[in-house]
């Protein structure tokens, strides 16, 4: 039963039981993408072209079976009767498939710049991890049945997600300002902006990002821009509602796709990715293995640049996960509010 009364909407949310419509359709995309995958990760061992790796180094094809082990256990939980046992099972292969494709967004730099990534095939299995930790989330919600909710048509982000949002964006300056440094011919870390430029030529970067390096642009730094105005938002008023100065658009709900799409994959990247390489900056940092400087100079310098670049992506990967899930949860509900 539904309650209406002053704008608020209470009652059960309807089609989020187990056995329900949108239930039932979960599972079958759950099912396909099993398929999929299992198929795709076969068929790239039977071609011996690996879809794992450390660092630049790829690993043996026959890891290419965990692949296939994952998304086995995902159709038997597709399969399996809903309950507390299959919720856990599909939230650990979540996790385990977000894991697989945490460094798409590289990929999509790449791409967006007019580089092809290292690895075609490990940037298919990059999108289908992503994609499968999605709709086993999804699955695994809805295997929890339905629940109450209450929904009002003025529901704001709460100040803890707008603190997140914003110490997101500030843990973020110190890479950007880093990379401008070196795009304005600027010397950080020991390293100039022409060595840094030399270093991007010699290992293929594209014409587009060498033209934007050498006109004081830095690409790396531009998408940090757009991701902070990505953080924002999620969680300002014209992150839902086009505002009046946008020409034809004014007023109009903003598709809730257009904000999620990106910030699901920049959370997914960004935050395994801080956190994986701040672990081994720690454990550079006591010796206990050591650290590759790369295009960087010995010891301190190389540790003082990853962690300006790895502690950003950390925070940042972390209030972006927390804006996103908000804004998932506030549009989710005011579009259930309003369905007919």
């Not at 086995?72 to 894991?99: D, E, M, N, T, Y």
Request: hydrophobic letters at 55%; a positive charge.
């Amino acid at each position: 039963m539904t309650d209406i009364t002053h704008g608020v909407v209470t009652g059960a949310t309807p089609g989020a039981g187990p056995g329900s419509r949108e239930s039932l359709l979960l599972r079958r995309l759950l099912l396909c993408w099993a398929a999929v995958h299992a198929a795709f990760a076969a068929g790239c061992y039977a071609a011996g072209a690996p879809l794992f790796g450390i660092g630049p180094h790829p690993a043996p094809a026959a890891l290419n079976w965990l692949a296939v082990a994952v998304a086995a256990c995902a159709a038997g939980a597709a399969l399996a009767a809903a309950g507390p046992v299959a919720r856990r099972v599909l939230w650990v292969l979540a996790a385990l498939s977000l894991v697989s494709g945490f460094s798409l967004l590289m990929d999509v730099i790449a791409l967006l710049t007019g580089a092809l990534p290292d690895s075609l095939p490990a940037t298919a299995h990059h999108t289908l991890g992503l994609l499968g930790a999605l709709i086993l989330a999804a699955n695994a919600r809805t295997a929890k049945g339905s629940s109450v909710k209450s929904v009002t048509g003025q529901e704001r982000p709460s100040r803890r997600v707008r603190l997140a949002a914003r110490a997101g964006v500030i843990a973020f300056l110190p890479y950007a300002v880093m990379k401008t440094i070196w795009a304005t011919g600027g010397t950080f870390a020991g390293v100039s902006g022409a060595e840094v430029l030399a270093a991007s030529r010699r290992n293929g970067a594209s014409e587009l990002w060498l033209a934007l390096e050498a006109r004081g642009l830095d690409p790396t730094a531009l998408l940090a821009a757009l991701g902070c105005l990505l953080l924002f938002a999620l969680v300002r008023p014209w992150g839902e509602v086009f505002p009046r100065w946008i020409p034809f658009l004014a007023g109009r709900p903003v598709p809730r796709l257009l904000l999620l799409t990106p910030a699901v994959i920049g959370a997914a990247t960004l935050l395994p990715y801080g956190l994986l390489g701040g672990g081994y900056l720690v454990l550079a940092s006591f010796g206990a293995v050591e650290l590759t400087a790369g295009d960087f100079g010995p010891g301190a310098d190389a540790l003082l640049v990853g962690w300006m670049g790895l502690a950003g992506f950390t925070v940042y990967g972390a209030a972006l996960a927390v804006a996103t899930r908000s804004y998932w949860r506030r549009t989710r509900r005011r579009h259930r509010a309003v369905a007919p």
